[in-house]
């Protein structure tokens, strides 16, 4: 085996159709629910291109205007990760989790965060709490899988790989099929693969190439 490249789904959407319930809510306005969405997603879009400055700058903003939202320390972290201050991001990705325990995509960025350093077993404990809040909730049937998907890969690179791949199956039982979808059926024949079921892996890695034509260069390098 040549090489061996696993992927991670990340998440860059913030949770602020509908707001989670707090004691501001019933304050705020249509417009002001409208403005927070759109801060949201400008937020989002400046982080993952690059601008992280200016996303950094208008989440500060934004917490000052709206202290008791938990969207704004989301966001917050949210640009602050993109800039490479892990630290902070953890910090208000936990400020938002005070406003709002449910608040899943927190527990999940945090689990991206400690992922990143390395810390697989702390983020592990995170993606966690982020599948047993999604689990109780149909609505977020995509964001259970995903859940269960990173959790496997931080599995994987804790020595776990019964583990990640049990993590897997659930994963694709819940979602077979999605936009990044191949990825995930990639990583779950690279584990195959480590456990010694090649023809498994075979049959994902022919998966994840019919959905993805690029991975076949990835495929065949790795059977080089």
């Known amino acids: 085996m040549k090489k061996i490249i696993l992927y991670i789904i990340f998440v860059y959407t913030l949770n602020i159709i509908c707001l989670p319930l707090f004691a501001e809510e019933n304050t705020l306005t249509v417009e002001q629910k409208k403005e927070i969405n759109a801060l949201g997603n400008k937020i989002v879009y400046l982080a993952t291109h690059k601008n992280t400055a200016k996303a950094c700058f208008l989440a500060s903003e934004m917490i000052n205007k709206y202290p008791k939202d938990p969207n704004a320390y989301f966001s917050f972290a949210f640009a602050n990760f993109h800039a490479g201050n892990s630290e902070k991001a953890i910090e208000y990705y936990k400020k938002c989790i005070e406003f709002d325990k449910k ?98 892996a075979d049959e994902d890695f022919n998966t994840a190439i019919k959905l993805n034509p690029d991975f076949k260069y990835i495929y065949y390098d790795k059977k080089g």
């Open 103 to 200: 608040y899943h995509e927190a527990y999940f960025n945090i689990g991206l965060v400690k992922y990143s350093q390395k810390k697989y077993k702390e983020a592990i404990k995170y993606y966690t709490k982020a599948i047993k809040i999604t689990t109780k909730n149909s609505k977020y049937k995509k964001e259970n899988a995903l859940a269960y998907s990173n959790r496997a890969l931080a599995k994987y690179f804790n020595n776990n790989l019964k583990g990640a791949l049990k993590d897997y199956n659930k994963s694709l039982s819940i979602m077979p099929y999605y936009k990044g979808v191949d990825h995930v059926y990639f990583n779950r024949g690279l584990c195959k693969y480590d456990l010694g079921d090649k023809s498994g």
